[in-house]
């Protein structure tokens, strides 16, 4: 089994920063793309970023330019630096990995159970 821990969520002013971590551990192979989703109250989750294995990114429209996915391979884990936050930015942020794991021997999605971003006006 494959357990995706997120951490770095809070409260933060508008116009600040905030950096999300997500580690991956388990029977991991290989990962594949991780990525960012995030879902505010009442509505669907929605992409934030991914990043593939070799580092090629792709953000949603509403973040670009404010925020940054990045990863440590070597770690497992992925990062999304926020800057220049915004009210609207508030919502639980979820990690997101495809794995291949050892055991059972499969690729398969994984989920985080998610962070809490608040952005206060």
């Known amino acids: 089994q494959v357990q995706l821990v997120e951490s770095g969520g809070g409260l933060v002013q508008a116009g600040g920063s905030l950096r999300l971590s997500c580690a991956a551990s388990?029977?991991?192979?290989?990962?594949?793309?991780m990525g960012w989703y995030r879902q505010a109250p009442g509505k669907q989750r929605e992409l934030v970023a991914t990043?593939?294995?070799?580092?090629?990114?792709h953000y949603a429209d509403s973040v670009k330019g404010r925020f940054t996915i990045s990863r440590d391979n070597a770690k497992n884990t992925v990062y999304l630096q926020m800057n220049s936050l915004k009210p609207e930015d508030t919502s639980v942020y979820y990690c997101?990995?495809?794995?291949?794991?050892?055991?059972?021997?499969?690729?398969?999605?994984?989920w985080g159970k998610g962070t809490l971003v608040t952005v206060s006006s």
């Open positions: 997101n990995a495809g794995v291949v794991t050892t055991w059972p021997l499969g690729g398969a999605d994984y």
């Open positions: 990043i593939t294995s070799s580092g090629i990114a």
């Open positions: 388990g029977s991991i192979f290989s990962i594949n793309a």
